[in-house]
Nanobody
Framework: QVQLVESGGGLVQAGGSLRLSCAAS????????MGWFRQAPGKERAFVAGIRWSGATTQYADSVKGRFTISRDNAKNTLYLQMNSLKSEDTAVYYCATRLGPIATIWENYRYWGQGTQVTVSS
């Protein structure tokens, strides 16, 4: 069992930055992949970024490449998403998730989820 708790969401102006955190507990994450997803009202939950807990592999959605950076701190068992140059279309609830195995871009492939944190970008 893995517990995930997100934090760091909020209201920011377009062009600004936010850093989301996801604290993991319950077991070691060696061999796991971590992902950030987001869901805007009326839309499907969408992949944003993923990372292997080993840190050797990362993957990004085209819409966030060059603006968002995913990282993790093994010592703190925490996942991060640094979001720069935010746009109004980045407004959504952001979730972290984890699965045993490689990064996946389909949300149904992830077993454990956090409760989500709201990010609102004003234009």
């Amino acid at each position: 069992q893995v517990q995930l708790v997100e934090s760091g969401g909020g209201l920011v102006q377009a062009g600004g930055s936010l850093r989301l955190s996801c604290a993991a507990s319950g077991r070691t994450l060696s061999g796991y992949a971590m992902g950030w997803f987001r869901q805007a009202p009326g839309k499907e939950r969408a992949f944003v970024a993923g990372i292997r807990w080993s840190g050797a592999t990362t993957q990004y959605a085209d819409s966030v490449k060059g603006r968002f950076t995913i990282s993790r701190d093994n010592a703190k068992n925490t996942l991060y998403l640094q979001m720069n140059s935010l746009k109004s279309e980045d407004t959504a609830v952001y979730y972290c998730a984890t699965r045993l195995g490689p990064i996946a871009t389909i949300w149904e492939n992830y077993r454990y989820w956090g409760q989500g944190t709201q990010v609102t970008v004003s234009s």
